[in-house]
């Protein structure tokens, strides 16, 4: 298997609403991230997590609140969002944070979101 | 402030022409450069550059990095149709973290 899933694949939320992102990867990477793509600009690092640990918040709203129950899943709980926070929401994962092996990250194909 | 700059940011061309990408950067704790592809969905991998005045090839693409003056190119020779897209360099530090640049639209004509 080498691919990242992510689930769902559209998603409409108001802003009362809670809902979770999920993604899922099984060629046993052990960093896994989270972007979020407006249109026509290039994806924003929100976190990352290695070795199932959070390693970076590019300072992120509390609204949005990561979450990596093992090596293999990622989700991102959604709460009170703003109409502005809809995006193209992508998960990506590498194999070795911090080792010296080929590192290039594979994305998911993202989760579009639209808060209304 | 570590940033990423991409030129063209957008470009057309006809099918069959070469097209040079260009991308600089300023960082800290650099430790890898990347290029990707994005067409409409997510962006797929396409080169890691680590060391100076390697080349890197795939088909009709390739890619070269100088560290000593912070910059990569990213050759298309022979552009098809199938090329149009918006093509992403980012570069990776040392904590893992990935920062894009703007990236370079590109447009090839029949």
Known sequence: DTEVTQTPKHLVMGMTNKKSLKCEQHMGHRAMYWYKQKAKKPPELMFVYSYEKLSINESVPSRFSPECPNSSLLNLHLHALQPEDSALYLCASSQDPSGTSSNEQFFGPGTRLTVL | ?110
């Open chain 2, 1 to 110: 402030e570590d940033k990423v700059v991409q030129s063209p940011l957008s470009l057309v061309v006809h099918e069959g022409d070469t097209v040079t990408l260009n991308c600089s950067y300023e960082v800290t704790n650099f430790r890898s450069l990347l290029w990707y592809k994005q067409e409409k969905k997510a962006p797929t991998f396409l080169f890691m550059l680590t060391s100076s005045g390697i080349e890197k090839k795939s088909g009709r693409l390739s890619s070269i990095l100088d560290k000593k003056e912070l910059f990569s190119i990213l050759n298309i020779t022979a552009t098809q149709t199938g090329d149009s897209a918006v093509y992403l360099c980012a570069y990776k530090t040392s904590y893992d973290k990935v920062i894009f640049g703007p990236g370079t639209s590109l447009s090839v004509i029949p």
